[in-house]
C-alpha cells in the first residue's frame, strides 16, 4: 500500500512538473494570458504529489513496514518514535524526497505569493524554472538507487537494523537536517527569478526586489541549520569539537559564504544599479554549490560522518550541476551588453566600496574551502592517489580573512554612500574603536597573548558596539519599529557574528584536552576542575544497552558519559556528558571500558565560551528574521531608463547610519 501510493504520487509529481513547463512554455511562446493563469496551478499539483510521498514514506517508518526496502534498512522494532519519524531523511532516498517535498513548498509558496502577478513573464518564467528543478528530482526518486519506495526482494523482514546510530543518539537530528534543506532549496528561488530576468531581458534591479525576502529566509534558515549541525557534531560525536572542515561540512558552508556576499552586494545594486553581473553570478554560484553539496553527500566520492552510502546517482547530480553552470554562465554572457552597471563607486572610503570589499573576502573564503574540500578529489581521479586537506590548512588559509571580514563588518555600517570623509568616520567609529581597544589591552593584561584570538577579541568588541550604536540611534528615533528593517536586521545578524566569533576564538586558542585513568573512589585534577570516579552502570533502551561512567564534577553533579551497543551494532558508540556555563564547558567522555579491577579512562576537554556559539547563532537567526520585514522606505524615484530596455524600479531605502 506504502509503496504502490508513493510510487503513484512520485509519477504524479513528475508529470505534473512537466506538463506544467509545457504549459507556461506554450502559453509565453504564444503569449496567452490564460495559459499562465493556467501554469500557476500546477505548483500546488507538485505540491500534493510531494507531501502524499513524504505521507506515505513517513506512515511506512510509524507502522512499520518493513516491505519497503528503505524502511528496512533504516528502521527497527526497538527503535524511538523520534527516530521513526526522523528515520525518512536519515539515508540516501528519504533525504532527497525531503529535499522535494521543500521545494514543492517553496514553488506553491511562491505561486501563492505571485497569484496576482500569473501573467506576468517574469514570474512565468520563474516558475518554469522552478517546475524544471522539481522534474529533476522528481525523477532522480525514480531512479533505481535513489527510489524510496522500492520493495525488498524475497521474504519481508521481521525487524531491521534501525537508522544509522549517531542519528538515533539525539533530538537534534528532527531539526537540523530540516533547517538546512530549508536553507538549501530556499536558495532555488531567487535562482528562479535571476534566470527569469536574464531570459526576458528585464535585468534591472526589479528582480532582485522580487527575492529579496526569498533570499533572506533562506540564508537564515541555512544559518540556523549550520549552528544546529555544529550543535549535534558537539553533543553527539564525542570529540569535544563543534567544527572539523569536514568534507559535508564544507559543501553546506559554501552556499552559505555565496549567499552571504550576494545579500551584502545586492544593496549596493538596489541604490547605485552596480555590481549586476556580479549578483547574477552570486545567485547562480549559490544555487549551483547546494547541487554541488548534494552531489558530494551522495555520490560516495567521499567519507564522512556526514555523508551518505555510495550510490549510482552521483554522476546524475554532476551531471545537472554541470548544466546548471553552463545554463547560467551562457545567459549572462548572451545578456551581458544590457548587464553594464549604470553607476560606478565614487571612493573606496564609501559604503559601496566597503561592500566590495566584503564581497572579494567572501569570495576568497568560498574559494579557500572549495580548493580545500575538491583538490584531494582532483588529485585522486587524476593520479589515484589518496590525499587530505585538514584543519591546519583550513585555519591557516581562512583566519586572517575572517579577521577582515570582522573588520569590515565594524567599518561598514558607519561608511555613508558615495563618499565620506576622514572626520566623519573617525566620529561615528570613536565608541566602537574605544571599545576595541580596551578589549585587546584587557585580555593582553590577563594574560591572554594568542594574537589571532587577541584580534578576534578586539575586532568582535568593535562589531558589536558599531552594531549597537547603529540599533541604539535607530531604536531612539522610531522606538522598537527602529529594529525592524534590511539594515538594523543585519546590525542584529552582526551582534550575533561578533558573539560567535568571540566564542570560537576562545574555544579554539584557549581549550585544553587531555585524559584521565582513574579507578572507583579516586580523583584527579584537570585545569583547575576535580574529577571523582565513582564507577560505572549499565542501562537498557529499547534501542541500545549503555554503560555510563558516574563522574562527580567540582563535588558537585554527577555526569554520565557512556559507551553504547546498539541492537545491530558491533562497536561502542561514545555519549558524552557536558556540564555547560556562561564561561566555559567541561566535556567528560568514557574513552575505554574498565577491564577487570583495571582503571577507566575518561576524557576531559575543558573549552571557554562554548555556550555563546549556539547563543550567538540564535542572535543571527533573529536578526535574519527582522531583516525580512519590511523597515522605513525612501521615497520612490521616477522610474528611470536602463541600458538595453532595462527598467529601474523604485529603490528600497537603506538606511543610513544615522545622525550623530
Given at each position: ?412 555600517p558607519a561608511l555613508p554612500w558615495r563618499k565620506a ?68 536586521g543585519g546590525m542584529v545578524v552582526h551582534l550575533g ?164
Amino acid at each position: 500500500m506504502n509503496a504502490a501510493v508513493g510510487h503513484s504520487a512520485v509519477v504524479l509529481g513528475l508529470v505534473g512538473s512537466l506538463v506544467g513547463i509545457g504549459v507556461l512554455g506554450w502559453g509565453l511562446a504564444r503569449g496567452k494570458p490564460s495559459l499562465l493563469r493556467a501554469g500557476q496551478s500546477y505548483p500546488w499539483l507538485v505540491l500534493l504529489a510531494a507531501a502524499a510521498a513524504a505521507g506515505a514514506m513517513e506512515h511506512a517508518f510509524v507502522t512499520r513496514d518493513f516491505s519497503l526496502a528503505y524502511v528496512a534498512q533504516n528502521d527497527g522494532l526497538g527503535t524511538p518514535l523520534l527516530f521513526r519519524i526522523t528515520g525518512m531523511w536519515s539515508a540516501l532516498q528519504g533525504s532527497l524526497l525531503l529535499w522535494t517535498l521543500i521545494l514543492a513548498g517553496y514553488l506553491a509558496a511562491v505561486a501563492w505569493h505571485f497569484r496576482r502577478r500569473a501573467t506576468d513573464p517574469l514570474v512565468a518564467w520563474a516558475t518554469l524554472v522552478g517546475l524544471a528543478v522539481a522534474a529533476f528530482f522528481f525523477g532522480l526518486l525514480l531512479v533505481g538507487a535513489a527510489d524510496p519506495f522500492r520493495t525488498v526482494a524475497g521474504a519481508v523482514p521481521t525487524n531491521g537494523p534501525g537508522p544509522n546510530p549517531l542519528l538515533q543518539d539525539n533530538p537534534v537530528v528532527a531539526f537540523h537536517p530540516p533547517m538546512l534543506y530549508l536553507g538549501f532549496v530556499g536558495f532555488t528561488v531567487p535562482f528562479m527569478f535571476a534566470v527569469a530576468a536574464l531570459v526576458t531581458g528585464r535585468v534591472g534591479e526589479g528582480w532582485l526586489v522580487e527575492t529579496r525576502r526569498w533570499t533572506l529566509f533562506a540564508w537564515g534558515f541555512l544559518t540556523l541549520g549550520l549552528v544546529l549541525g555544529a550543535f549535534w557534531s558537539y553533543e553527539v560525536l564525542g570529540w569535544g569539537g563543534y567544527w572539523s572542515w569536514d568534507p559535508v561540512e564544507n559543501a553546506a558552508l559554501l552556499p552559505w559564504l555565496t549567499g552571504t556576499a550576494f545579500l551584502h552586494s545586492v544593496m549596493v545594486q538596489e541604490r547605485r544599479g552596480m555590481l549586476r553581473v556580479w549578483n547574477l553570478s552570486l545567485v547562480l554560484a549559490t544555487f549551483a554549490l547546494t547541487i554541488f553539496g548534494t552531489f558530494l553527500t551522495r555520490s560516495g566520492v567521499i567519507e564522512s560522518v556526514h555523508s551518505f552510502s555510495t550510490s549510482s546517482v552521483g554522476p546524475v547530480i554532476l551531471g545537472f550541476f554541470g548544466a546548471v553552470l553552463l545554463g547560467g554562465v551562457g545567459l549572462i554572457v548572451w545578456r551581458g551588453e544590457q548587464l553594464r552597471s549604470p553607476g560606478s563607486i565614487d571612493s573606496a572610503l564609501s559604503r559601496e566600496g566597503a561592500f566590495l570589499a566584503n564581497n572579494l573576502a567572501f569570495g576568497a573564503f568560498a574559494f579557500v574551502v572549495l580548493l580545500g574540500t575538491v583538490f584531494p578529489l582532483v588529485v585522486e581521479a587524476l593520479h589515484h592517489q589518496t590525499v587530505s586537506v585538514g584543519a591546519p590548512y583550513f585555519d591557516t588559509m581562512t583566519a586572517p580573512i575572517v579577521l577582515a571580514l570582522l573588520f569590515l563588518m565594524a567599518v561598514a555600517p558607519a561608511l555613508p554612500w558615495r563618499k565620506a570623509s576622514a572626520s566623519v568616520l573617525l566620529h561615528r567609529m570613536r565608541w566602537p574603536a574605544a571599545a576595541g581597544v580596551a578589549t585587546v589591552v584587557a585580555t593582553s593584561a590577563a594574560g591572554l597573548h594568542d594574537v589571532a584570538a587577541v584580534a578576534a577579541f578586539g575586532l568582535g568588541a568593535v562589531v558589536a558596539v558599531s552594531a549597537l550604536r547603529q540599533l541604539a540611534l535607530s531604536a531612539r528615533q522610531r522606538g522598537f519599529r527602529g529594529l525592524v528593517g534590511r539594515v538594523n536586521g543585519g546590525m542584529v545578524v552582526h551582534l550575533g557574528v561578533a558573539i560567535m566569533a568571540v566564542a570560537f576564538a576562545a574555544s579554539a586558542a584557549y581549550g585544553q584536552r587531555g585524559q584521565l585513568s582513574l579507578r572507583p573512589g579516586q580523583s584527579a585534577r584537570f585545569d583547575g576542575h576535580s574529577v571523582t570516579y565513582l564507577g560505572t552502570r549499565t542501562r537498557n533502551f529499547s534501542n541500545r544497552r549503555a554503560l555510563e561512567a558516574e563522574l562527580r564534577l567540582d563535588g558537585g553533579p554527577v555526569l554520565y558519559p557512556a559507551i553504547s551497543v546498539f541492537s545491530f551494532g558491533s562497536e561502542g558508540i561514545g555519549t558524552p556528558a557536558i556540564d555547560s556555563g556562561p564561561t566555559q564547558d567541561v566535556y567528560l567522555t568514557l574513552d575505554s571500558s574498565p577491564v577487570g579491577h583495571g582503571p577507566t579512562v575518561i576524557g576531559v576537554v575543558v573549552q571557554p565560551l562554548i555556550v555563546w556559539l549556539w547563543v550567538g547563532g540564535g542572535v543571527m537567526g533573529l536578526g535574519a528574521a527582522l531583516a525580512a520585514f519590511p523597515g522605513r522606505r525612501r521615497r520612490p524615484t521616477a522610474p528611470a531608463s536602463l541600458p538595453g530596455g532595462a527598467e529601474a524600479v523604485p529603490e528600497p531605502a537603506l538606511a543610513a547610519a544615522g545622525p550623530d
